[in-house]
């Protein structure tokens, strides 16, 4: 059978991958090497062309045994979780002890009584009824003329769909652009549901490395290089989880003609947007219906557990969207639209929230050149990302010493693409906190012989 030789040759093929992998090691050589990964593919696809196979199929082919090449590579991750910091973290609280909690990405500012009002007054009012799956009429017009007061971009409702939260509109832009065996690229550092999300879909994450000496700005043409045919998603965010970057309008400028010259979609994930004093939104470079935004309640309004926020992008595309959000949920509730409405009126909450957080990464900067770090100041959002200076760790064991010993949590930077060497703190917290889980953190390295 033609079927069961394919498998004898994968076998054949992991083999040689294998000791490639031991090579690479040895040498110190990324697992992906993009112009090696284009050699193969033209290779294939001339192969395909000679025999009459569909080069569509091919691609994916050729997707997967990449993705399966660099899981054999990469090196054995540790089972140990972001979410088992979390719980060990509740679990010392509980025990008694004080835990500086530096390592969740949520806002500790809560949704303004407005919005708590106008949610229990719907839900009084009994508007709690099946509503469209794009989210209520009322709320999308309003939120294109947000859009429009912010960019000066025309859209209308029907560029828009109200979601669960800017998580599942990830989900649902990921969904939608991706097909099995299809590439998404994504610059890391970056937040893990990206990656998480791609594979959820049976696409192939390929990930772009920045660095902290180069002020963690992408490098366009190795962007570039990591294009393939396959490829057809790019995913931004910035202001960046975890580092608090915001590149500058002209490297945004070039990402975008890059995208559009070779017809990938940008999924730019905006959502913390509204923590900085400037900001470069997908929406000010190109036709906004040519890409997709990400945009949530979370951040800006403090209404996390609220789970609300939107997609702008082309009206086709927000009707498949609409399919799936339909099929798995019906709609967003609708009390909590309501909710969605009223923030939207108050000019000022956000506005007070990222003074807030600018304060926060002021405290943050001090405390962390107080102890000698190296880090990109944010420019924006709710995180610093300094460098532990430990050298060859395993990040997540660091973060579980780090909290037993001096009771910190923070979010090691292993988990947003390896950065083994790195921390994430988190602004989420009162100033004190932070200060104080800075102040232990110097502690610790130096009790490590390191400070
Ligand atoms: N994007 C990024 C980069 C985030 O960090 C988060 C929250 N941690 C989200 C999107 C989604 O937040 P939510 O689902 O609460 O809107």
Known sequence: MIAVEMVRLLAARRDVVRKIAELKRQMG????????????????????????????TVQRLATLLFADAVELQQKPKTTLTHFDILRRAVELQREGYEVQRLEVGEPDLGAPIEVRQSVAEAVLGGFARYVDSRGISELRTMLAKHVFE?????????????????????????????????????IDPSWPMYRQVAAFVGARSVHVRTRLEEGWTP?????????????KVLILNYPNNPTGKIIKPEIFEKIVELAE??????????????????????????????HVLIQSYSKSYGMTGYRLGYVVADESLIGKMASILG???????????????????????P?????????????????LEKIGLEFYRPDGGMYVFPRIGLGNVDGMRLAFELLDSKGVAVAPGSIFGGYDDFIRISLGAPEQTIAKGIRLLGEFLREKGKR
């Open 150 to 186: 912010k960019h000066g971009v025309e859209i209308g409702p029907e560029n828009i769909i109200v979601t669960p939260g800017g998580r599942f509109a990830i989900y649902l832009a990921v969904k939608t652009l991706l097909r099995e065996g299809d590439e998404m690229l994504v």
């Open 351 to 367: 506005k007070e929230y990222a003074q807030i957080m600018m304060r926060r990464i002021e405290i943050a900067v001090n405390e």
């Open 261 to 290: 010259s070779k017809n990938v979609t940008i999924i730019s994930d905006e959502v913390y947007a509204d923590y900085a004093d400037r900001h470069v939104s997908i929406l000010d470079k190109t036709d906004a219906r040519k």
């Open 29 to 56: 050589i990324d697992a992906i090497q993009p112009s090696v990964e284009a050699s193969v593919r033209q290779a294939m696809m001339d192969e395909a062309a000679k025999h009459g196979v569909p080069p569509e």
């Open 219 to 231: 490098n366009v043409d190795e962007i570039a290089k990591y294009i393939s045919p396959s490829t």
């Open 327 to 349: 099929l798995v949920m019906t709609c967003v509730p609708e009390f909590i639209q309501h909710g969605g409405l009223t923030a939207l009126r108050l000019k000022e909450a």
